[in-house]
C-alpha cells in the first residue's frame, strides 16, 4: 500500500515516533520551526505509531530504535514490507546504537541521525533533522519482504487493515529482526518528492541479489598513480555496499566521503570491513593511500587527498589523507567536493572519480574539475537513485562523463582500473 503523498506546494507532513516524552518536544519543536514541515503527530511506541500512520498518513517517519513492546528494527522490518515510508532513524550515540542504525539503514531507512540526550544537547541536531526529514521526503523506498515476517507479525495486514494482537508482545521477549534476505523485495513504492529542490521521483526497481563473490580483474597490474574517489549521501551507505562489496582485493586505493554522523562513521567501515575483499577503515591524518586499502572520511571531519611525501615511510603508495575540520561546504562535513578538489589538484588525470546517491549539490563543482583534469567520472544513474539529486547536478553540469547504473558501477571501475588511459582533459 503506498502512503497518500504531499500535493505540490504543500508541507511535509511528519510522525514522530519516540518513547521519550521529552525526545518528542524537542524533535516535535524544531521540525515546527520549519514552514515546509508540518508534525501530523507523534508516538510513543509503534503499536500506537501503526495507527497514527494509517489514521495520518504522514510522509515521513522519525523513529527511536529502542521502545518499549517491540524495538525499531522490528518494527522497521515490518513496516517496509506491509506499508513502506520513508523514515529517519534517531539513534542513541553508543557503539550499539551505531550498529543498530546501520542495521536500519539496511532494512530500508533512508537517514540516521545522532538521538539528543537532553534539552540542551540538541543544538545543531535540529537543523540537521529538518534537513534530513526534507531529503527522506524526496527519496523512494523499496518495499521489503513481507515473506520473510514471521507468523503473527503481521501489523497491517492485508490492504492497510491493521491486524491488531490481542495482547502486544512482552518487551523482554521481542526477538531480533532476523538477518537480512538477499533477494530482491516485491514491487518499489515511489514517494513523491513536496515543494522545494527538483529532484526525480520515478519509480525505483527492486535491488537484485548481489553476487556470491567480487567480480574478477583480469586485467593488467594498476598505475600505481591510479585513485578512485567515491562520494554519497541520503541512500549512500547501502549504495556504497554495493559497489564496494563487489569489487575485488588489488585495486588501486580509494577514498569515500559518505555524509553521516560522526558516531556512526567508524562502525560504518568496519562494516564495509568485515563485508569487503579488502581493507575498509576510517581515515586517519597522514594515512597513506595503499592499493588494496579503502578509506572513509571520518564523521564531521573534512578528508582531503594530497601527494606522499618524499621518503615517507612505510614504502609505497603515492598518495596519503589529510583529516581536517572547517567550514560546512553545502552543509555538510565531511564534504564530497573537498575530497573531489584535492584529487583533481595531486592525482588530475590518474582519478576516477563518482558521485552516488545523495540530495543536494555537494561533488558536482569538484567531479567537474576532476573531469577537466582529465579524470574518468560518472554519476549514479536516475533510476537506481534512493535521491536523484547530486548526481543530477553532477550530470546537468557536465561534470559526470557517463551515468551509470548502480548495479554497473563495480564492473565500470574494473573497465576504468584495467584501461589504465586517462580520459582527455576537457576545458
Known amino acids: 500500500m503506498m502512503p497518500h503523498p504531499p500535493r505540490p506546494g504543500k508541507p511535509v507532513r511528519v510522525l514522530v515516533v519516540d518513547d521519550s516524552a521529552v525526545v518528542r518536544h524537542l524533535v516535535s519543536d524544531a521540525l515546527s520551526r520549519d514552514p515546509d514541515i508540518e508534525v501530523a503527530g507523534t508516538a510513543m511506541d509503534p503499536y ?3 495507527d497514527k500512520i494509517l489514521r495520518l498518513q504522514p510522509d515521513v517517519l522519525t523513529l527511536d530504535l529502542e521502545m518499549p513492546r517491540m524495538d525499531g528494527l522490528t518494527f522497521l522490518r515490518i513496516l517496509m514490507a506491509e506499508h513502506p515510508l520513508p523514515v529517519v532513524i534517531m539513534s542513541s550515540l553508543t557503539q550499539q546504537g551505531s550498529h543498530q542504525a546501520l542495521d536500519a539503514l539496511r532494512l530500508g531507512a533512508v537517514d540516521v541521525i545522532g538521538k539528543p540526550d537532553g534539552p540542551f544537547s540538541f543544538g545543531e541536531l535540529g537543523s540537521q533533522l529538518v534537513a534530513k526529514v526534507k531529503a527522506a521526503a ?78 574478477r580483474y583480469a586485467g593488467p597490474a594498476p598505475s600505481p598513480r591510479r585513485l578512485i574517489v567515491l562520494g554519497a549521501s541520503t541512500g549512500g551507505t547501502e549504495a556504497l555496499r554495493q559497489v564496494l562489496t563487489r569489487l575485488p582485493g588489488g585495486l588501486p586505493p580509494v577514498a569515500i566521503v559518505q555524509h553521516i554522523p560522526a558516531t556512526f562513521s567508524r562502525a560504518f567501515a568496519e562494516r564495509l570491513g568485515k563485508l569487503c575483499a579488502f581493507e575498509v577503515r576510517e581515515a586517519v591524518d597522514g594515512d597513506l593511500l595503499l592499493p ?136
Not at 529482526?177 to 521521483?201: C, D, I, R, Y
Not at 564523521?299 to 583529516?323: I, K, M, S, Y
Open 48 to 50: 500506537i505509531a501503526r
Open 292 to 427: 588494496g586499502v579503502a578509506l572513509v572520511a571520518p564523521g564531521n571531519l573534512h578528508l582531503l587527498v594530497e601527494p606522499r611525501p618524499p621518503g615517507a615511510a612505510p614504502a609505497g603508495g603515492v598518495w596519503r589523507v589529510r583529516v581536517v575540520d572547517g567550514p560546512r561546504v553545502w552543509h555538510q562535513r565531511p564534504a564530497v567536493d573537498l575530497l573531489f578538489r584535492s584529487a583533481a589538484e595531486c592525482a588530475g588525470r590518474h582519478a576516477i572519480a563518482g558521485v552516488l546517491t545523495g540530495m543536494g549539490k555537494d561533488g558536482a563543482d569538484g567531479l567537474l574539475r576532476l573531469r577537466r583534469a582529465g579524470a574518468v567520472t560518472f554519476a549514479q544513474d536516475e533510476a537506481s537513485c534512493i535521491v536523484y539529486g547530486m548526481p543530477r547536478v553532477a550530470w546537468e553540469t557536465g561534470a559526470a562523463q557517463r551515468q551509470v547504473a548502480l548495479d554497473d558501477i563495480p564492473d565500470f571501475l574494473l573497465r576504468a582500473v584495467a584501461d589504465g588511459a586517462p580520459a582527455r582533459a576537457v576545458t
Open 138 to 215: 524526496h527519496a523512494r523506498v523499496r518495499r521489503g519482504d513481507a515473506g520473510a515476517l514471521r507468523p503473527g507479525e503481521s501489523m497491517f495486514g492485508a490492504a492497510g487493515v491493521p491486524a491488531k494482537p490481542a495482547t502486544p508482545p512482552d518487551p523482554g521477549r521481542c526477538a531480533p529482526p532476523p538477518p537480512l534476505p538477499p533477494g530482491p523485495g516485491a514491487a518499489p513504492v515511489p514517494v513523491p518528492a513536496p515543494g522545494g529542490p527538483v529532484v526525480s521521483v520515478s519509480p525505483l526497481p527492486a535491488p537484485s541479489p548481489p553476487p556470491a563473490a567480487p567480480l
